[in-house]
């Protein structure tokens, strides 16, 4: 759980990446992308009931946006892509509620192996430095000294290893995009995760 002041301090200064694992319903006999988008649940008139679920200390991480990110706190919330996925993975599990964020920031790349290049070059090397600066700083806008941090895939998790392995124990997941379906992806995280 996390205070109202601190909730608040996450949407205001980490709006552009951040988000949290709690998403709405889908509905029963509709699509698994159904009411992704939906993010009333970070409304201020309704986020109070939600604050029990937010987990600070444990930390989802993904690469970067796949594409500009328009409202507060919607990182890993539409309907596109894979992460209807993780909303299924982590429902009623002790990850529901973690902390999400991308370890780059405000860069749209929705090829991976392209961002991994210009990591590569000079301003790629400078763009990774200052953004895991600003991770740190999320960490401790958190309010957690020794949280568990989870990258999906490879990439993600070769730059806090590179970065942060001295300092921060991280787990990989197998990427939410991953040709995989909702089922064999829980099956993937669950395994790794042991729950």
Do not use: C
């Not at 951040?18 to 992704?36: C, F, V």
């Not at 929705?110 to 960490?139: Q, R, S, Y």
């Not at 995989?180 to 993937?188: C, D, F, G, M, V």
């Amino acid at each position: 759980m996390i205070s109202h002041k601190i909730f608040k301090k996450i949407k205001k200064d980490h709006k552009n990446y951040a988000s949290w694992a709690i998403w709405a319903k889908e509905r029963k006999e509709g699509k698994p992308t159904d009411n992704m988008g939906d993010l009333s649940i970070f409304d201020d008139k309704n986020i109070t009931k939600h604050l029990k679920q937010l987990n600070p200390n444990i930390i989802l991480v993904g690469l970067n946006i796949s594409k500009e990110i328009r409202e507060p706190l919607s990182n890993f919330h539409g309907s596109n892509g894979g992460a209807y996925k993780i909303r299924y993975a982590f429902r009623d599990s002790p990850y529901w509620g973690a902390y999400m964020t991308d370890i780059l920031k405000g860069y749209v790349q929705p090829k991976a192996m392209k961002m991994m290049k210009h990591l590569k070059t000079e301003e790629g090397k400078i763009l990774e430095k200052d953004n895991v600066e600003k991770f740190i700083v999320e960490i401790k806008d958190l309010g957690v000294k020794n949280p568990t941090i989870i990258a999906f895939g490879n990439d993600a998790h070769t730059i806090l290893n590179r970065n942060i392995a001295l300092k921060y124990k991280t787990i990989r997941l197998p990427h939410y995009s991953s040709r995989t379906n909702k089922e064999e992806y829980r099956s993937q995280v669950r395994s790794v995760l042991g729950f």
